[in-house]
């Protein structure tokens, strides 16, 4: 039997779950997850950070467009989605004149953010190593984000909407009809008038199944812990270290514990991406260069992919070469943040509306985010 919908989103992640969210109110909408749970992948491994000045001038206005969804009363949820937690990238000696740079750049898009250094260090974060760490920017407004939560109100919505969620549906082969596509999937057969490709890591594959070009989306692994510490933690901003030499970062968690990573970026290909033990390895021993915490051994470990288009912006928007094709890819290490203002960019694309004025007043144009930039 052959179901009926205008859009299939391809990809059960934060991306396809704020795409299907945002289309719903207009279209009969299908969500098809390769895997039995939805958030199977990157979306349920990332270290849920509600951070606006990193990832470059494009993902810095998405992310601030987002804030105001973020701070909305949902009267679905019974927490707020963020937590406050102030985020303190830190750098060491010679790295001053630089991040004072960046921090009067991106202080224009987010006035919490400032330089900081000296004591002021220590201060924020009584562990860091003061002969080691020199020199920062505070990002003030950060938070600690509930990504489950936010997943949840998104596929809530969408369901509420009449969106059907299909779960173990992997789509494994996709042809053009008259009206749009006809897409095989583990579950039976769709049709439908347009794609929407949220499928993370496996964006390009999917592409490749349509006949539409590659963008050359690269996953990147990045290796993930928790580990106890002595002391309470909670009152630490998040510690995000720039430094080449040390790259790591470490967030605060309830029960004495931090979630810890070396930042690293491996290429991978699409797969279940698992930690690499020398990567958790060279994270202690960063961490434990810029700070006095002595960290010994990891309670638990994990891997993601976060998926980068070569410029790495992401990529949100028609196919130009094929009609009903769209793109909701390269979101790297930013996509659970940048949700919202994406699911709104999907939606008015395929409207064929422009660009909420917000994000407009934002600073973000379509072409920017356009498949062939
Ligand atoms: C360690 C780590 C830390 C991070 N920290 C943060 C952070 O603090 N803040 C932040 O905003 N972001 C963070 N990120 C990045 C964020 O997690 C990603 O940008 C985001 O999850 C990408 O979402 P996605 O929906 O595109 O991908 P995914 O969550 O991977 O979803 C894609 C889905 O598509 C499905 N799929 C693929 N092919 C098919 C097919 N043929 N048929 C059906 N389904 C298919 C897959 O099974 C998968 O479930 C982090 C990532 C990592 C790894």
Redesign the pocket.
């Known amino acids: 039997m052959t179901d009926g919908f205008d859009i299939a989103v391809?990809?059960?992640?934060?991306?396809?779950a704020t795409a299907a969210c945002h289309l719903t109110p207009n279209h009969r909408v299908v969500l098809?997850?390769?895997?039995a749970e939805l958030?199977?992948?990157?979306?349920s491994?990332?270290?849920?950070?509600y951070l606006e000045g990193d990832g470059g001038g494009i993902m810095h206005r998405l992310n601030r467009s987002s804030r105001a969804f973020f701070d909305q009363n949902h009267p679905e949820l019974d927490a707020p989605l963020l937590d406050p937690l102030p985020v303190l990238t830190v750098g060491t000696e010679g790295m001053e004149q630089e991040l004072q740079d960046q921090a009067a750049r991106d202080v224009v898009l987010t006035p919490s953010i400032r330089y900081v250094s000296g004591h002021e260090l220590v201060d924020l974060c009584p562990i860091l190593r003061p002969e080691v760490v020199t020199c920062g920017i505070l990002e003030a407004s950060a938070a600690s984000?509930d990504v489950m939560a936010l997943h949840q109100l998104y596929v809530r919505r969408a369901r509420a909407g009449g969106t059907e969620v299909r779960r173990s549906?992997?789509?494994t082969a996709i042809e053009r009809t008259t009206g749009g596509w006809r897409l095989a999937t583990a579950s039976g057969t769709i049709e439908c008038g347009t794609i929407v490709n949220?499928?993370?890591?496996?964006g390009d594959i999917?592409a490749e199944l349509a006949g539409v070009q590659p963008v050359g989306l690269t996953p990147m692994r990045?290796t993930?812990f928790t580990a106890r510490v002595d002391q309470d933690p909670t009152l630490w901003p998040f510690i995000y270290s720039h430094s080449s030499r040390y790259p790591c970062y470490f967030k605060p968690e309830a029960g004495q514990q931090l979630l810890c990573?070396l930042s690293d970026e491996t290429p991978s290909e699409p797969v279940d991406a698992r930690p690499l033990e020398i990567d958790v390895a060279m994270a202690i021993d960063h961490i434990n260069t810029i700070s006095t915490l002595n960290l010994r051994s990891v309670t638990t470990t994990w891997a993601?992919?976060?998926t980068f288009a070569p410029d790495r912006d992401p990529v949100y928007g028609w196919d130009d070469s094929v009609d009903g094709f769209f793109w909701l890819?390269g979101?790297?290490?930013?996509?659970?943040?940048?949700s919202p203002a994406a699911g709104r960019i999907a939606a008015a694309a395929i409207a064929g509306d422009d660009l909420p004025a917000e994000l407009v007043e934002a600073g973000l144009r379509f072409e920017d985010l356009a498949p062939r930039r």
Not at 32 to 35: F, T, V
Not at 198 to 202: R, S, Y
Request: proline content about 0%; glycine content about 22%.
């Open positions: 391809i990809g059960g992640g934060i991306g396809g098809l997850e390769q895997e958030a199977f992948h990157t979306t491994r990332s270290a849920a950070i984000l549906s992997k789509v949220a499928a993370g890591a496996w999917v990045r993930a990573s993601g992919l976060r890819c979101q790297g290490g930013w996509g659970i943040v940048s």
